[in-house]
Nanobody
Framework: QVQLVESGGGLVQPGGSLRLSCAVS????????MGWYRRAPGKQRERVAF???????VYEDSAKGRFTISGNNARNIVYLQMNSLKSEDTAVYYC???????????WGEGTQVTVSS
C-alpha cells in the first residue's frame, strides 16, 4: 500500500509561482513512477507531469517550460514547481503513484490551486 498527501496549493496571482508537495508513505520502494494530474472546473482530469524511478521526466505541453517535477533522495516527497502561472492553471492538483508489477495506481486527495488577480 502507498499513501499520498498533497500540500502547497493556494491562491496566487497570474505570473506567480507555487510549489506543490506530495508526501509519500507506505511501500515506497514498490513505486515505479510518480505523477501530477489536475482537474479544472468542468473538465476531466488531465496529466501534468511524470517522474520515473530513474529520474526521467515527461511533461504535457501545457506544463513544458513552466513546471518542474522532482523528487527527494529519500523518495518520500515529490514536488511540482509551477512558475509563470496562468488563470487556466486553476485546478485541483492530484498526486499519483504507480506501484508494483501490475501496476497498482494510488491517488492523493488533491490540493486546490487558484490563479487569479
Amino acid at each position: 500500500q502507498v499513501q499520498l498527501v498533497e500540500s502547497g496549493g493556494g491562491l496566487v496571482q497570474p505570473g506567480g509561482s507555487l510549489r506543490l508537495s506530495c508526501a509519500v508513505s507506505g511501500n515506497i520502494y514498490s513505486i515505479n513512477r510518480m505523477g501530477w494530474y489536475r482537474r479544472a472546473p468542468g473538465k476531466q482530469r488531465e496529466r501534468v507531469a511524470f517522474i520515473s524511478n530513474g529520474g526521467s521526466t515527461v511533461y504535457e505541453d501545457s506544463a513544458k517550460g513552466r513546471f518542474t517535477i522532482s523528487g527527494n533522495n529519500a523518495r518520500n516527497i515529490v514536488y511540482l514547481q509551477m512558475n509563470s502561472l496562468k488563470s487556466e492553471d486553476t485546478a485541483v492538483y492530484y498526486c499519483k503513484a504507480e506501484a508494483g508489477a501490475v501496476p497498482t495506481t494510488y491517488w492523493g486527495e488533491g490540493t486546490q490551486v487558484t490563479v487569479s488577480s
